[in-house]
T-cell receptor, first 116, second 110 residues
């Protein structure tokens, strides 16, 4: 079974440009999450999808970030326009069910975003 | 809100040394507690977990005990190997999302 994959592995863009990150969850996992680690600090929750619906986007930093999960399969996270403080590692995770139900979240390798 | 504080690194050890990484948490209710590990070039992997007070999680020689009275979940390993070099993250969960600490980078020298 393939794990969670993320593309690209690394992106370097200039301030003001647009970047789109992609996450392909494990097949059959209805739950998909985005997290972010900025400057070696805590990994912070961004949002949670169940199939194509956003269940919780309370962690999204501002309206420059847009996440989608069309068809309930892969997800994209767009940053437009990018700012310097958006630099960090963006992790995607997926699970069959929620943590409270005993289900594990499986993480991808992350996309390292550098905004110059 | 929920938060996790873990020992700052980096930590450098020799093979066969004893490793402890301290982790304390603040949470409402009774969260589950986790340790995740990120090996170089890889994604986060669940190392161990505990779901209630006094539970001990263990895996690959690592152990951590859920201590409600001290709100702690310290990670220990009695004899580390070079292959244990990684970044370790303590985390807690509510229903569906994880709250992580800042991570501790551990380097084990041969």
């Amino acid at each position: 079974e393939a794990g969670v994959t993320q593309f690209p592995s690394h992106s370097v863009i200039e301030k003001g440009q647009t970047v789109t990150l992609r996450c392909d969850p494990i097949s059959g996992h209805d739950n998909l999450y985005w997290y972010r680690r900025v400057m070696g600090k805590e990994i912070k929750f961004l949002l949670h999808f169940v199939k194509e619906s956003k269940q919780d986007e309370s962690g999204m930093p501002n309206n420059r970030f847009l996440a989608e999960r069309t068809g309930g399969t892969y997800s994209t996270l767009k940053v437009q326009p990018a700012e310097l403080e958006d630099s960090g590692v963006y992790f995607c995770a997926s699970s069959r069910g929620v943590l409270a139900g005993g289900y594990e979240q499986y993480f991808g390798p992350g996309t390292r975003l550098t905004v110059t | 809100g929920d938060s996790v504080t873990q020992m700052e690194g980096p930590v450098t050890l020799s093979e066969e040394a004893f490793l402890t990484i301290n982790c304390t948490y603040t949470a409402t209710g009774y969260p589950s507690l986790f340790w995740y590990v990120q090996y170089p070039g890889e994604g986060l992997q669940l190392l161990l977990k505990a779901t209630k007070a006094d539970d001990k999680g263990s895996n690959k020689g690592f152990e951590a005990t859920y201590r409600k009275e001290t709100t702690s979940f310290h990670l220990e390993k009695g004899s580390v190997q070079v292959s244990d070099s990684a970044v370790y993250f303590c985390a807690l969960s509510d229903n569906y999302k994880l709250s992580f600490g800042a991570g501790t980078t551990v380097t084990v020298r041969a």
